[in-house]
């Protein structure tokens, strides 16, 4: 692609925290729609491994490591093409550390505590300030790069926000420096719920407790048949149109979003069908899906020499914006 080309279309920026395994519910809400819309927009994808300190209890330096080099090589197993995308590591770009010094300073601590993730993570002992500053440090992995568009999951609707707001607030306080960039989150799918309670979100950490919790990306095809056969759904024992559950909701949702179906279409196939049909043909629709996946996950893992190509190269043109921004607002703000 001409970067002539790729200036004129729209800019998308997105990221994924580096802790834990990406499961169905990353790859739904996140992943699958930056690889399918690549060709729309000029892409940035990177892995947010400061973020992954802001938890210091969990903090395991070797995983770490293994852990980006396992991403990035899922980014590209899921489709992202580092011919159409900048693939880089939040941290090999010190621009991200230093602008969201600069967003610490004016933003009110009260934003901060409003943040239900902030406040659902806080209840442990002693949260770092890390944990509670990791809004101001999203804000500046996004306004960096002056995104039109943040695809994301439905969770994170709450931080673009307040992402919005803190460029509001700098530009009213300093000048003109962030345009406003829009989430961009699917109308279906953008919320996996938990295979084994249909009441919480699908995430990272419950998964590392909780083994029928979610369908790992790199789990094995008898663990995924496993996961989903053994789903909780309600005592009902067939799908019906009118008052779905919120455990065959969320295997519908599941099953339509990675067959690209509607609604219509899935009750056209499932209607007065047994919950065990249901889970059946999802368990093969996601093998199918994750074994592709995989299959493109091993040959190019092992290649550590490539993947620390793609980061290293991809460091370099995520700089390139991102220092010029930096450097405005460090203008603006008198630091240089
Ligand atoms: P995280 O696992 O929190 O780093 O999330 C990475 C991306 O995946 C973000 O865009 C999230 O909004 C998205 N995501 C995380 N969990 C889910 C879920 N259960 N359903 C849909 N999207 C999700
Ligand atoms: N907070 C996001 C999550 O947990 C990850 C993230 C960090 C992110 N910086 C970002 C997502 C910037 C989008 C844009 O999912």
Redesign the pocket.
Same mark, same amino acid.
């Given at each position: 692609m001409s970067s002539e080309a790729a200036a004129t279309r729209p800019r998308v920026l997105?990221g994924?925290?580096a802790t !834990?395994k990406l499961h169905i519910?990353?790859y739904?809400?996140?992943l699958s729609v930056w690889a399918r819309e690549q060709d729309r927009f000029e892409n940035y994808f990177f892995i947010?491994d400061l973020h992954a300190l802001t938890i210091p209890e969990n903090i395991q330096p070797d995983a770490l490591r293994e852990r980006v080099t396992e991403i990035v090589a899922l980014y590209v197993a899921c489709g992202l093409d580092v011919d159409k995308s900048v693939l880089f590591l939040q941290s090999r770009v010190p621009a991200h550390a230093s602008l969201a010094w600069i967003f610490n300073c004016v933003t009110p601590i009260g934003w901060l505590e409003r943040m239900t993730q902030y406040k659902s993570k806080s209840d442990r002992a002693n949260p770092s300030a890390g944990l509670l500053t990791y809004p101001s440090l999203m804000a500046a992995d996004i306004l960096l790069y002056q995104p039109d568009f943040v695809p994301? !999951?439905?969770?994170?609707r709450q931080h673009i926000e307040l992402t919005r707001n803190i460029a509001q607030r700098f530009n009213s306080m300093f000048g003109e420096a962030f345009s406003i960039p829009e989430p961009m989150i699917r109308t279906s799918?953008?919320?996996?719920?938990g295979l084994d309670d249909p009441n919480v979100?699908?995430?990272?950490s419950l998964a590392e407790s909780r083994d029928g919790h979610a369908v790992g990306l790199l789990d094995p095809p008898n663990k995924i048949r496993k996961t989903i056969m053994r789903s909780v759904t309600d005592s009902g024992t067939e799908v019906r149109g009118d008052g779905l559950g919120a455990g065959v909701e969320n295997l519908l949702v599941l099953h339509e979003a990675l067959t690209d179906t509607t609604r219509e279409d899935s009750l056209a196939e499932f209607e007065g069908k047994g919950y065990g049909v249901l889970k059946k043909a999802l368990a093969e629709v996601v093998i199918e899906h994750v074994s592709a996946i995989q299959e493109r996950y091993n040959e190019i893992r092992a290649d550590r020499s490539y993947l620390d190509r793609i980061l290293a190269e991809g460091a370099e043109k995520a700089a390139n914006i991102a220092d010029e921004t930096a450097r405005n607002a460090m203008r603006l703000t008198g630091l240089l």
């Open positions: 997105s994924i925290t !834990g519910g990353n739904i809400g996140a947010a994301v !999951g439905d969770d994170q799918g953008a919320r996996i719920m979100k699908m995430s990272k």
